[in-house]
């Protein structure tokens, strides 16, 4: 039998000849499992996102040369998504941080330096997303041999960070782990962009101001919803560069590019997607597409989206893609008895006073104009 010579290369080196990868994390939204055995199921915006994307693209790198890029998908279910977890989990948000450790230890376990990051996500999926975005570009990317000490860093990101940002002791701890070879700092710059259905809204939210180290956000939310606690999370435009901590920030590195919160007609889950009817939820799902297509920031199966079914027509004269399309109960569960609430559309809402905001950058899709 032959055998191979293999010489190992450090924990943080990457082969020379490596092909650079894009690493995509889905979260899915509250209830759902696109990989459940569930024949009825509809899957959200979220599954059919993932499921759109070219497994590799040819693109061209700094040198002007082009380069095959495999994207990643990793994909997780909804929290409430388990037979006992159906109605706490999908409550409550119990299971959101077990997600949180799941999704970081995918990208850990799969980052090399010079890859790129994307977050996907609805409902509580998305301020799952969201939440992994902060860990890492607040922090930076544990290796595989430093998630031993993931439970620090978490405590670091939720219960310092995020109280009083980095001080002399956090940034210690932050050097220690990277001088040991446990922390890769690069990959607090490597998230290139964050795509989000309806942001459910969390007590414990640490990142309601996008990082300035994101190049793009989007963010498309639900106009005709009134429960309470499906409140969305808006993003705040960043304040300022991100403050140098001498480990994943030198204070200039600020990549936000752009910043899009549209809003369209629809309940939670018109939105997100998940329905039968699938009038509304297909212009979101488009409108995402579009933004991460005409940014060059990730590659579609045009094939996959050409041929996706059409939903019926409400009627001869109404077409699907208006936002005349039918609004659907999200009720599930016990969610019913949840109290109502306004969206939070600026100057109208008396859960946002005038100007009380910073700024969100929020836009009303034109479809709006259709209504009725």
């Not at 293999?6 to 994390?25: F, G, T």
């Not at 990277?178 to 309806?198: C, Q, S, T």
Request: glycine share 8%; hydrophobic share 35%; proline share 5%.
């Amino acid at each position: 039998m032959a055998t191979v010579s293999q010489e190992p290369l450090s924990n943080s080196e990457a082969p020379k000849d490596r092909e650079r990868k894009r690493l995509i994390v889905f979260c899915d939204g509250t209830w759902q499992d696109s990989t459940s055995d569930n024949e009825k199921a509809n899957p959200t915006n979220v599954t059919r996102f993932a499921r759109a994307l070219r497994k590799w693209v040819r693109v061209k790198n700094e040198d002007n040369l082009y380069e095959d890029v495999e994207q990643i998908v990793y994909y997780q279910q909804g929290v409430g998504t388990g037979t006992l977890d159906r109605l706490v989990g999908g409550v409550s948000g119990l299971g959101v941080p077990a997600n949180v450790r799941a999704a970081y230890g995918f990208l850990a376990n799969n980052y090399d330096p010079g890859d790129e990051i994307f977050f996907v996500g609805f409902s509580r999926g998305a301020y799952t997303a969201r939440s992994i975005a902060g860990l890492v570009t607040s922090c930076g990317l544990l290796t595989k041999k430093g998630m031993d000490s993931f439970p620090i860093l978490y405590n670091l990101y939720y219960k310092e960070y995020e109280k009083k940002g980095y001080g002399e002791k956090e940034a210690a701890l932050l050097r220690r782990l990277h001088d040991n070879g446990l922390l890769e700092p690069a990959a607090a710059l490597a998230v290139e962009a964050i795509a989000v259905w309806d942001t459910r809204e969390m007590i414990e939210f640490h990142d309601k101001e996008l990082s300035p180290k994101v190049k793009y956000g989007f963010h498309a939310l639900a106009l005709d919803e009134t429960r309470d606690p499906f409140k969305p999370t808006l993003w705040q435009m960043p304040k300022a560069p991100p403050a140098a901590n001498g480990i994943t920030s030198d204070g200039s590195n600020f990549r936000l590019k752009e910043l899009k919160q549209v809003w369209f007609s629809g309940k939670h889950s018109n939105i997100g997607g998940g329905y039968s009817q699938r009038w509304l939820s297909d212009i979101t799902l488009a409108w995402m597409v579009a933004q991460c297509s005409q940014n060059n920031l990730l590659a579609f199966d045009q094939n996959y989206l050409l041929n996706l079914p059409l939903p019926p027509m409400l009627a001869p004269d109404q077409p699907w893609a208006t936002a005349n399309g039918q609004t659907a109960s999200d009720e599930q569960g016990i969610s019913w008895i949840i109290d109502k609430a306004s969206r939070t559309l600026p100057l109208i809402s008396s859960y946002r006073a005038p100007l009380s905001q910073l700024d969100t950058n929020e836009t009303i899709h034109c479809l709006f104009r259709f209504r009725h």
